[in-house]
């Protein structure tokens, strides 16, 4: 039986915004459960064709195999250009990215994902390769750890959360949630606790991954596979990946620098397609994943350097 990742966010909204075309070229960056692709595949006729790309072994048993329209590289989204190349696809005519981390990596409860269990600190999404939670606590020294939590948990102590976790590892290596649960709990006031502690699991939990480093190079094939009226869809769910997406659709770039040609004209290689989208009050309540999420669409527009 396949696992149940999540009910998929916006979904609706988000295969809308792909404005597909029955016969185009697809690819979900962020295949899990299925359920974009699913969707996806229900707009596509014969001759259209769906690239599901994820990185766990897990969310290969939610392959649609029967589908002749549909291709699954396991793979890291990071390698989208790499990908396309290989299955000899010059020009995509949508993107769809859901960055949200699936329930079911939350509810297994040997991935180390969440603090609900006692479990070993892995929090790797493709389990066959990298380092650990683990390592990281136990080998990076300080001043990595305390830029990791500043940086991608937004946590304001991060200095003397590093100091503690440093402290902490020199009798008792970190080797499980409850490990790092335990030393860390007399940081955070009794109020704030879970809230701190979810942000500090998330900041590791982006470095094992090396999610934005993933994100931005991921964010530019994809500027660069899209043809002239393809759409880029991206589901966010904090503000560190937010704001890289905001950036390149907004400018083409990570800094979100804009440029101007010799006419003091601002280019960009997208148009933003409506405002960002919010779940409704129903959907929230329906599906707690989606409190945080928000939708982001923009449309490949002609490349001036490359236009007739």
Do not use: C
Request: aromatic share 8%; charged share 30%.
């Amino acid at each position: 039986m396949a696992p149940v990742y999540h009910i998929p966010v916006l979904l609706k909204e988000s295969i809308d915004g792909l404005n597909i075309r029955p016969d185009g070229t697809y690819a979900d960056v962020t295949f899990g459960g299925g359920g974009h692709s699913r969707e996806i595949l229900s707009r596509l006729a014969p001759q259209g064709h769906l690239y599901g790309f994820d990185q766990d072994a897990d969310a290969e048993q939610n392959i649609p195999h029967d589908d002749v329209r549909f291709t699954f590289v396991r793979s890291n989204f990071r390698y989208l250009w790499n990908f396309m190349r290989y299955h000899g696809v010059s020009q995509l005519d949508g993107v769809l990215a859901d960055l949200g981390v699936s329930s079911h990596h939350f509810d297994t409860q040997q991935r180390g994902f969440s603090f609900r269990f006692d479990a070993p600190l892995d929090m790797r999404m493709n389990a066959r390769e990298g380092l650990t939670a683990a390592d990281v606590l136990n080998d990076y020294d300080e001043a990595r750890l305390a830029d990791i939590f500043r940086l991608y948990g937004e946590l304001r102590d991060a200095r003397r959360l590093a100091q503690t976790v440093v402290s902490a590892r020199a009798t008792h290596p970190f080797r499980t949630t409850a490990d790092l649960v335990d030393a860390t709990r007399p940081l955070f006031l009794r109020d704030k606790e879970k809230k701190e502690v979810t942000k500090l699991f998330q900041a590791l939990r982006i470095e094992v991954n090396h999610e934005m480093e993933a994100l931005r190079e991921m964010l530019l094939a994809a500027t660069e596979l899209l043809r002239p009226g393809g759409r880029l869809v991206v589901l966010t769910y904090h503000s560190l990946e937010d704001r890289i997406v905001k950036n390149v659709m907004k400018a083409g770039n990570i800094e979100g620098r804009q440029q101007q040609d010799f006419y003091g004209r601002i280019t960009t290689p997208y148009r933003l397609v409506g405002k960002v989208v919010t779940p409704s009050d129903d959907e929230q309540q329906l599906n707690p994943r989606s409190r945080s999420a928000k939708l982001r669409i923009a449309e490949r527009i002609e490349d001036e350097r490359t236009a007739d």
